[in-house]
């Protein structure tokens, strides 16, 4: 870098430098975890209440790092995303979470529907999404109608033609689609006009305060009437408490995924819930 003898931008251009090395190092680190199997996933039940089936899980892929132990999303996710590593991820995701609705199935079990996460890249992807979606499912021979994907608000920013076409294709195939985050992003209610979606999922962050009836009720119940409104189904995520699971009831939310029903669990412990196909 040309320094030019001034302090602060030499100063500037190593932090700039060390800041590229990493996301460099993390980079070529995480092309060598998709080769070497080092991402795995886990499971977090979506339970229906007060029966307590439970109705979907939702995959979330965590790295089995060989020096640094298991990582969880936060630590590689972002990075992933400017790299554009997170593509190859969302493949892998995509292909692990059909390839184990196959071993459940080869073990007789019945699995809910899976929810994978769908990054911003790869919704705009080279290849259109539901185009992936379609020859990835056929390949490993899964029913459609156990696939959800979960796009966020910042996957579908501008709310266009193609997008919603996008969006009309994948349904089409018989896979449901879900908001994820909902409320979080810019111009939701633009987005529920242009989009079609199937499920609205109601972000944690407003799960904090419901039960002490502050905005935070107010808002979750206003989405959950938004959602009723245009024929959509609504989940709660993040729900902890047995304070946060009763004002969900009371407001007519029979959809809950959060720790107090289960955290995201690896694929062992997992089994005897579904082997139970309920949660209480
Ligand atoms: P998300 O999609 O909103 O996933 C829900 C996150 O909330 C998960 O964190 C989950 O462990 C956590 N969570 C669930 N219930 C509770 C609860 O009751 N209380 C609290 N405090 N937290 C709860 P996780 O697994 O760390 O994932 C974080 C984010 O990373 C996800 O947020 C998602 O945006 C991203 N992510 C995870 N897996 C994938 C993936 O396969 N692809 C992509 N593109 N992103 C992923
Ligand atoms: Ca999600
Ligand atoms: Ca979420």
Redesign the pocket.
Known sequence: AKSEGRNGYVFHCAELDRAVRERVRVNDELQAALRNGELT??Y?PQVEVPSGRINGL?????WNHPRRGLL???AF?PIA?TTGA?VG??RF?LEEACRQIKRWQAEGIDPPRVA????AA?FKGAAPLDQQLRETLARYDVDPALIEI?L?EFALLESTKANSDTIRRVRELGISVAI??FGTGYSSLEYLRTYRVNRL?I??QF?TEVAIESGDAAIVRAALVLARELGMDAIA????TPEQLAFLLSAGCRNV????FS??VAVEALRPLLDDGVIH
């Open positions: 996933l886990h977090q939702e995959a979330l892929v965590r969880y999303p936060g996710i995303e997170i991820i969302g995701v994978v996460n769908i990054s790869q979960e966020t994820d985050d999922k972000p944690q799960m995520e993040g729900v902890e995924q959060g720790y107090y955290r995201p």
